[in-house]
């Protein structure tokens, strides 16, 4: 029985090793990823907790920021300043009747900071959007503490 024979005969067994080793790899590298990118939103949750608290809001839940916010911010980085989700911020920021009865109201000021705090954390390059949409809001310490 010769080498070349035996190699021949054993395709089968070298070919299903060659794939293992390709799947578990892959395998490798998706998993390598999920941990980079959990790491990353459990930084960002946990340095946005710290800054809410520094500013003097209460601190939320970890998990819930991470699952939200993830590591690009997520809806709230998308656009900022956009028109339709400042009319919609605004319309949110009234005095909470119905139909002909909601008016607008003065904002509180802390309600602003949160949202430029979280813009800080995950997307500070969208931050002179947001501030320039903010100059025509009017805000005051609207909210007895």
């Known amino acids: 029985m010769s080498p070349t024979r035996f190699a021949s005969e ?3 067994v070298y070919w299903g090793s060659i794939l293992i080793l390709i ?6 590298l ?9 790491s990353e939103t459990l930084s960002k949750a946990t340095r946005l907790q710290e800054e809410l608290v520094r500013a003097g809001y209460p601190s939320p839940d970890t998990d819930t920021v991470e699952r939200l916010l993830g590591t690009d ?3 709230v980085c998308e656009e900022p300043g956009n028109a339709l989700k400042t009319a919609l911020w605004k319309i949110q920021q009234s005095n909470g009747a119905a139909g002909p009865g909601q008016r607008p109201v003065i904002s509180d000021t802390r309600a602003v900071e949160a949202e430029r705090i979280v813009l800080q954390v995950y997307c500070p390059d969208q931050l002179p959007e947001f501030e320039d949409e903010l100059e025509d ?6 909210v007895r503490r």
């Open 30 to 38: 998706i998993r390598y990823e999920s941990v980079t990118r959990n």
């Open 73 to 75: 911010g997520g809806q």
């Open 10 to 12: 054993h395709k089968v």
């Open 23 to 28: 799947a578990l790899a892959v395998t490798g």
């Open 137 to 142: 809001l009017k805000t005051d310490g609207t």
